[in-house]
């Protein structure tokens, strides 16, 4: 969560009293947010994984830049473990 806060690719809430707002991300690191997007952007059409992924929320009905900002997000929590574990990434075995 600090890591996806850190990057803005946390969402929040815009509220106002009463009134309940959508959520949007923002804040932190433009830059690093940006290289994520376009990482995310390159593993939708590329990397089986996160290919399912986005393809699985796409036909859920969420709109494709929500999915491509999930997308985004998933790769900060992989890249945080790999560096958490010092390990390279591996993709998960396929059953």
Do not use: E
């Not at 106002?16 to 949007?24: D, F, L, N, V």
């Not at 089986?48 to 830049?65: E, S, T």
Request: with cysteine; proline share 5%; charged share 25%.
């Amino acid at each position: 969560k600090q890591a996806a806060a850190l990057a803005g690719l946390a969402p929040f809430n815009v509220d106002s009293g009463t009134c309940r707002g959508k959520r949007k991300i923002g804040g932190g690191r433009k830059r690093v947010r940006d290289a994520l997007y376009m990482a995310a952007l390159n593993a939708v059409r590329r990397a089986d994984p996160f290919k399912v992924f986005y393809a699985r929320l796409r036909q859920a009905g969420k709109p494709a830049k929500l999915a491509l900002i999930a997308v985004a997000r998933k790769l900060l929590t992989i890249l945080n473990a790999m560096m958490r574990d010092r390990k390279p990434y591996r993709t998960a075995p396929s059953t």
